[in-house]
């Protein structure tokens, strides 16, 4: 028989996991978003001195 207690335990870390499962997902695509913004940026300074 599985008691209260232990049932709350679970749901709490299962919280904590999904909550830091997210934090991390988020932050991966904010870099991803990040070095998709540098690239663009270098290319387009490359070009300017290709232009210029």
């Given at each position: 028989?599985?008691?209260?207690?232990e049932?709350q335990?679970?749901?709490?870390?299962?919280?904590?996991e999904s909550a830091?499962?997210?934090?991390h997902r988020?932050?991966?695509?904010?870099?991803?978003?990040?070095?998709?913004?540098?690239?663009?940026?270098?290319?387009?300074h490359r070009?300017?001195?290709?232009l210029g």
């Amino acid at each position: 028989m599985i008691t209260w207690q232990e049932t709350q335990a679970v749901q709490a870390s299962t919280r904590r996991e999904s909550a830091a499962l997210r934090l991390h997902r988020r932050a991966r695509v904010a870099n991803s978003l990040r070095r998709r913004a540098e690239t663009a940026r270098a290319r387009a300074h490359r070009a300017q001195q290709l232009l210029g």
